[in-house]
T-cell receptor, first 114, second 110 residues
Framework: DAGVIQSPRHEVTEMGQEVTLRCKPI?????LFWYRQTMMRGLELLIY????????DSGMPEDRFSAKMPNASFSTLKIQPSEPRDSAVYFC????????????FGPGTRLTVT | GEDVEQSLFLSVREGDSSVINCTYT??????LYWYKQEPGAGLQLLTY?????DMKQDQRLTVLLNKKDKHLSLRIADTQTGDSAIYFC??????????FGQGTELSVKP
């Protein structure tokens, strides 16, 4: 398996623009997680899905953020409108269920909002 | 709520042992994990320990778990420059969530 795939790897956009980040989880994994990593706040869980259904979105910072998982092999995280404080690295991770396998992380999308 | 604490930096000489420490508040985690993050990359699972174990050894890695003190440590024997990275400990939160520490940046000097 190719692992968790994220696109784009880098995104630079202007404040106010819509940004869409994409993730393809590992086939057969029932759980998908979106994280944000910054120097100031470390690694934050934004939302996670189980069998395509959002389970916990308590980490989503505000209404400008939304996430969808239309099928088992694809998820998006959208920011509209984007702001400079959204600049961070966004990771997608998938898991077959917590146990000795933990979560498998993608390479991340580095987002810069100017 | 659940919390996981780590020291932020550790510097060692090549060939020495490194010990990275972690404390946690939630004792209900079934598994505890150590992840490694190299520059520009995602987190990679290094090893894990089941909560009813005290120690686990995996080649150069040794994980120690003190459940009474809620303390977890990762020892890397014969540390190499390629081990330079950020190391995160993580425990299970509610449901399938993982709670990560802030990460310890390990610097290995030749």
């Amino acid at each position: 398996d190719a692992g968790v795939i994220q696109s784009p790897r880098h995104e630079v956009t202007e404040m106010g623009q819509e940004v869409t980040l994409r993730c393809k989880p590992i086939s057969g994994h029932d759980y998908l997680f979106w994280y944000r990593q910054t120097m100031m706040r470390g690694l934050e869980l934004l939302i996670y899905f189980n069998n395509n259904v959002p389970i916990d979105d308590s980490g989503m910072p505000e209404d400008r953020f939304s996430a969808k998982m239309p099928n088992a092999s694809f998820s998006t995280l959208k920011i509209q409108p984007s702001e400079p404080r959204d600049s961070a690295v966004y990771f997608c991770a998938s898991s077959p269920g917590l146990g000795r396998f933990g979560q498998y992380f993608g390479p991340g999308t580095r987002l810069t909002v100017t | 709520g659940e919390d996981v604490e780590q020291s932020l930096f550790l510097s060692v000489r090549e060939g020495d042992s490194s010990v990275i420490n972690c404390t946690y508040t939630d004792s209900s985690s079934t598994y505890l994990y150590w992840y490694k993050q190299e520059p520009g990359a995602g987190l990679q699972l290094l090893t894990y320990i089941f909560s009813n174990m005290d120690m686990k050894q995996d080649q150069r890695l040794t994980v120690l778990l003190n459940k009474k003190d809620k303390h977890l440590s990762l020892r890397i024997a014969d540390t190499q420059t390629g081990d330079s990275a950020i190391y995160f400990c993580a425990g299970g939160g509610r449901g399938e969530k993982l709670i990560f520490g802030q990460g310890t940046e390990l610097s290995v000097k030749p």
